[in-house]
């Protein structure tokens, strides 16, 4: 059963806990150690967007030109430099897109395809959240997207990241029912998990606050030289973890960030590093998701999960 509103709950109720000594190991493709997917977020803010209650998209009076041309400046120059960087490195991109996007800037859209990127949708704009929206307004979201994709790309979505992170307590159920096989709304773990909902399959996608350059630039503040060292040492611990089970790595990245001159290089020589080494899988979020259900590792891990549970419940009875 997913989550249902209720303020008494301890937790979300979205996924169980294993550690990590009593996992299944996890085998990817080729033996592989890791799998490293890059996220870009290539996203369309409206300046005047319909109003929201709960969260409003602007800090500063309407309009505020200051941040929307600054957003803007990834999809007219930032996008292009993050795109060439992803290139040499040998990486394809797993696009968190407003689908919006396809309509605003189809030429963003067909230089993605062409290089066989994946597209994931990240709602219509990220300045419409699906924060008191019913259960039919979410779902027609997410029936926009697919068609959006479908129609402009060929593509059957895959993935999901809620538009700003924002969630309802049926999200995941919804998601589900209507074909998505991974969720980028939570960050819980290094290896993909099972989501429970009520029908369906649904895993929770590796993806990252702590890699994402919105954070590492606009909160934590730190220069574009040790956001390369963050990349490099977030990789050589999951690399070495690797070497016992399948670990997972997700760059998210917004080209107004990454995509300024001064940010580049630094980006690109991380890249750089973790493809020069042996047993990485540069891949998408999309064969991720395909590889961990072919190889049966989301029926073991629930397996597991459901095993480390009743044991815990019987030694509780016990005490």
Known sequence: MAAEANPMRSDLGLYDYLPWPNRPKI???????IAVWIAPNIEFYEYDPPNNPTRTPWARPNP????????????RAGWQRMMAAMDRAGFRGSVSLNVALCDHHP???????DRGWEFFSH????????????IEQERAIIRDAFETVRKHTGQELAGWLSPALSNNFWTMDILAEAGIQYT???FHDDQPMPVKVKS?????????LEMNDVIVYNTQKVTPRHYGEIIKRQFDQLYKEGDESGTVMCIPL?????????RIDAFAEAIEYIASHDGVWQTTGREIAEAYHASGAYDTMNAAMAAHNAANASEKGIR
């Open 27 to 33: 085998v990817w493709p080729g033996n592989k150690r």
């Open 123 to 134: 709602g219509i704009y990220n300045t419409r959240y699906v924060y008191n929206l019913d």
């Open 254 to 262: 917004h080209p107004y960030l990454v995509g300024q001159p001064h």
């Open 200 to 208: 369906g399959k649904l895993i929770s996608m590796p993806y990252s």
């Open 107 to 113: 030429e963003i859209i067909k230089a993605c395809a």
């Open 64 to 75: 505020d030109v200051l941040q929307y041309s600054h957003r803007d400046y990834g999809n």
């Open 184 to 186: 980028c709304d939570m």
